[in-house]
């Protein structure tokens, strides 16, 4: 059986990539993602890759009103509500792995969680090491290293760096403190609610339904340790691996393997010490240092930058599909009763207007525009117009 592989531009797909060539030198077919906005787009890192591994690589360049159309199928498939437009990209590719007749392709998930990837992990320590000094001017500006992507975090001051990321700066005691700041991001989304939604999840905590989940001693571990903990409990198995993985490559029929969650590799990793996973703010030390002189040293040097799709440009661009339009209407938002029709058409307007979201804002879009599908398609049941055979026209290049 023929078996492909996603080659990202990142430094686990070079990875496992690599090995496969070592293991089987013959051509390998793999397949990526490009994107019409330079913030999203790695194909530069994925063409290095490309050179460097003589693979038969196809990709897909992926717009805003791609992922547009895709979308609502991205919600019939995911049965969920999704803070992102990431799975959309995702759908796309097991679907052009399909075309070519490849059923098995090979990712690098796990990676990330395993070794220390994200950013979140080195945001929890440098968070901690703020806290030490909570007044510190200079402190803070480490957070700017961690994403050089967004653009509001370039020229970034400490008062705005403390508005972003102070939330409880100084409860590192807390056994969840590394994700209390994304939690509280994700709750922003309450703003949108109706008074009938914010009266549904009164006294619900997230952070006490976390804390029945920790295993034995958790209190005990080393911090990175619990973040990786709760990272791959939550994140990993609840959103990466369902929403944004397998209903995504099943969506078409694909199963993706994942050689980094092999539970003989996680047991092992979970005896490694932190230093050599997250060394100072270099992620992933260890599995970088095995890669050394195996990959383009372009990929093994790169900043970290997370797997990421547009989302105000998605919404709020032109040639929307109706169904969209019809989610975030004044009439079919009334109609669910889930969310403040008033508060959802200000923060349309807002970003109509400006041509701009925060992070927060680009959550509460894309959790708005899927809870309401969803409403649609499962809860009325009406999935005129929703297939999950609709086909989305795709720029395909071969190289």
């Known amino acids: 059986m023929e078996v492909a592989a996603y080659l990202s531009g990142g430094i686990d797909s070079a990875a496992t990539v690599r090995y496969i060539k070592e293991i089987e030198p013959d051509v390998l077919n793999t397949f990526s993602i490009t994107f019409g906005e330079k913030d999203f787009d790695e194909s530069s890192y994925q063409s290095d890759a490309v050179k460097y591994f003589q693979t038969n690589h ?3 360049q992926c717009t ?3 992922i547009a159309a895709a979308f609502p199928k991205v919600v019939w498939h995911s049965e969920i509500p999704i803070i992102r437009t990431a799975p959309a990209p995702m759908m796309m590719l097991s679907g052009l792995v399909r075309e070519n007749g490849i059923k098995v392709v090979i990712t690098g998930e796990g990676a990330d969680e395993m070794l220390a990837g994200y950013n979140i992990f080195k945001e929890s320590e ?3 090491f703020w806290a030490k000094y909570p007044d510190s001017q200079i402190r803070p500006l480490l957070l700017t290293k961690l994403y050089p992507y967004l653009p509001q975090m370039k020229n970034a001051n400490p008062n705005i760096l403390k508005m972003f990321f102070g939330f409880k700066l100084e409860e ?3 056994p969840v403190y590394s994700h209390l700041l994304r939690w509280n991001n994700g709750q922003h989304i309450s703003k949108y609610f109706s008074p009938g939604s914010l009266n549904q999840v009164s006294g ?3 952070k006490s339904e976390v804390s029945r989940l920790l295993p034995a001693g958790f209190e005990n571990w080393g911090s990175l340790e619990k973040a990786q903990w709760l990272e791959a409990t939550i994140f990993m198995s609840g959103y990466l691996l369902s929403s944004q993985g397998d209903r995504m490559g099943m969506a078409n029929s694909i199963e993706g ?4 969650l092999d539970h003989r590799l996680i047991e092992f990793l979970a005896t490694v010490p932190a230093n050599f996973k997250l060394k100072g703010l270099r992620e992933k030390y260890l599995l970088k240092k095995l890669v050394e002189n195996k990959i383009p040293s372009s990929i093994l040097e790169r900043s970290k930058q997370a797997y990421r799709a547009p989302i105000a440009s998605v919404f709020f661009g032109d040639n929307l599909p109706e169904e969209i339009k019809y989610a975030i209407s004044d009439e079919y938002l009334k109609s669910t009763g889930l969310f ?7 923060l349309v307007a807002k970003v109509r207007r400006t041509g701009n979201a925060t992070e927060t804002e680009n959550m509460a879009i894309a959790s708005i525009v899927s809870t309401q599908l969803l409403n649609y ?3 009325e049941g009406k999935n005129d117009g929703l297939s999950p055979n609709k086909q989305v026209n795709l720029k395909i290049v071969e190289e």
Not at 257 to 260: D, I, L, V, W
Not at 340 to 346: G, L
């Open 58 to 60: 196809t990709s897909i």
């Open 64 to 66: 805003a009103s791609d």
């Open 126 to 128: 440098v968070r901690r």
């Open 172 to 174: 590192t005691e807390n």
């Open 204 to 206: 619900y905590d997230v």
């Open 257 to 260: 393997r994942y050689p980094f």
């Open 340 to 346: 403040s029709p008033e508060s959802v058409q200000n």
């Open 377 to 379: 398609q499962f809860i």
